[in-house]
């Protein structure tokens, strides 16, 4: 079946340590997106992607990190400088470079920094 | 981009058809209406879209006033599995990084 997976769904992590989440699509996609998403709030776009080896930052990047070296891979890093890190992060893609282009959604990392 | 205003919950009752409004009174000519929604601790689906004509899918129908400032999804028959948070969002194709979901409304389907 195609789509996209994130692993873990559910992340732990101590203060001040970094911490990488998965996201893998087997959609052939060529644009990958990172979403942060906290209690009764909507989305916050967190960096994307439209071709490997390029992303650009969305709204609120600061804190966070990301690599695209493969098309299918687009893993996220949590640093210690990100102030507020405990939220529900969301990967998703879409098949083309439009923007309008659909986005299909992984089923979230819900990551809590004790 | 046009910002989006939803309410923040309704109600509907089971089998009942539910429609749900998007006010975007400064959205531009080359601006797409989204609309997604997402059940609780899941990523977000996509329901349907549309730039000036109503839309109708499997899932849903969209309509689009004729000046554009605000749409309607409907359901036709909502189900129990229709509760969720819908969002509606306009962007372009320019839109990189823009593609906001706001707070959305949730959306409860009562038997």
């Known amino acids: 079946d195609g789509g996209i997976t994130q692993s873990p769904k559910y992340l732990f992590r101590k203060e001040g340590q970094n911490v990488t989440l998965s996201c893998e699509q087997n959609?052939?996609?060529?644009?990958m997106y990172w979403y942060r998403q906290d209690p009764g709030q909507g989305l916050r776009l967190i960096y994307y992607s439209q071709i490997v080896n390029d992303f650009q930052k969305g709204d609120i990047a600061e804190g966070y990190s990301v690599s695209r070296e493969k098309k299918e891979s687009f893993p996220l890093t949590v640093t210690s400088a990100q102030k507020n890190p405990t939220a529900f992060y969301l990967c998703a893609s879409t098949v083309g470079g439009s923007s309008t282009d659909t986005q299909y959604f992984g089923p979230g990392t819900r990551l809590t920094v004790l | 981009d046009a910002k989006t205003t939803q309410p923040p919950s309704m109600d509907c009752a089971e089998g009942r058809a539910a429609n749900l409004p998007c006010n975007h009174s400064t959205i531009s000519g080359n601006e797409y209406v989204y609309w997604y929604r997402q059940i609780h601790s899941q990523g977000p689906q996509y329901i349907i879209h549309g730039l000036k004509n109503n839309e109708t899918n499997e899932m849903a129908s969209l309509i689009i006033t004729e000046d554009r400032k605000s749409s309607t999804l409907i359901l036709p028959h909502a189900t129990l599995r229709d509760t969720a948070v819908y969002y509606c969002i306009v962007l372009t194709t320019d839109s990189w990084g823009k593609f906001q979901f706001g707070a959305g409304t949730q959306v409860v389907v009562t038997p």
């Open positions: 959609l052939n996609h060529d644009a």
